[in-house]
């Protein structure tokens, strides 16, 4: 298209005269170094090359790479999981001392001890899976649905980690089972020694 280049500024806001594309059979950058002194007196003049919008796309947030962020993330998340199963019952069980010697006294056989443990110690391990299966799905939908806008092409489906799932939950499930071990033995130790503080 040829125009009038004064009244295609104003009408477009736009100094440039036109936009070109040029293939460079060599080196890309040394061809736009040369275009560059070749118009250096030309105002409003802009050369970049093939390398300058690589780079430029190159710093944007998608193409961020994430992986080492993801592993301390994951890393971090299973000590949180850690923390959240096993201390939770440790906790909640040494609470429950006073009432496991009050049970020993009336009659209460250590396996019927043991029950109570260990039906609260898997109460809690498949109550939180579930839940916290349910709240991650809806929250990576969410987050899908989010960042399909920013990200080109945008996600099709979501993706499953279940290696890292398997990691998590055999985590969580080891330091549950590591408490209720622990609660166990130091109730049967303890039981002693808090009927005669009671007394």
Do not use: C
Request: glycine fraction near 8%; hydrophobic fraction near 55%; proline fraction near 4%.
């Amino acid at each position: 298209m040829v125009a009038n280049h004064s009244y295609i500024t104003e009408t477009t806001g736009a100094p440039e005269a036109e936009i070109l594309l040029i293939r460079a059979t060599g080196d890309p950058e040394a061809l736009a170094s040369g275009i560059r002194s070749l118009l250096q007196d030309s105002p409003g003049a802009k050369v970049t090359s093939i390398g300058d919008a690589v780079r430029t796309v190159g710093s944007s947030l998608t193409a961020v790479d994430l992986s080492g962020l993801t592993k301390l993330e994951l890393a971090f998340a299973l000590l949180m999981v850690a923390a959240a199963a096993g201390l939770t019952l440790m906790l909640r069980l040494a609470d429950r001392r006073r009432t496991f010697a009050i049970l020993a006294a009336i009659g209460t056989r250590p396996a019927q001890l043991g029950a109570f443990i260990w039906s609260e110690a898997l109460l809690m391990l498949f109550a939180g899976a579930a839940i916290g299966t349910a709240v991650g799905i809806v929250i990576a939908f969410i987050l899908v649905k989010l960042l399909t806008g920013i990200f080109d092409p945008p996600p099709d489906t979501l993706v499953v980690p279940w290696l890292y799932l398997f990691i998590t939950s055999a985590v969580a499930a080891g330091a549950v089972f590591a408490a209720a071990i622990a609660a166990q033995i130091a109730s049967a130790a303890e039981i002693a020694d808090t009927m005669r503080r009671e007394r």
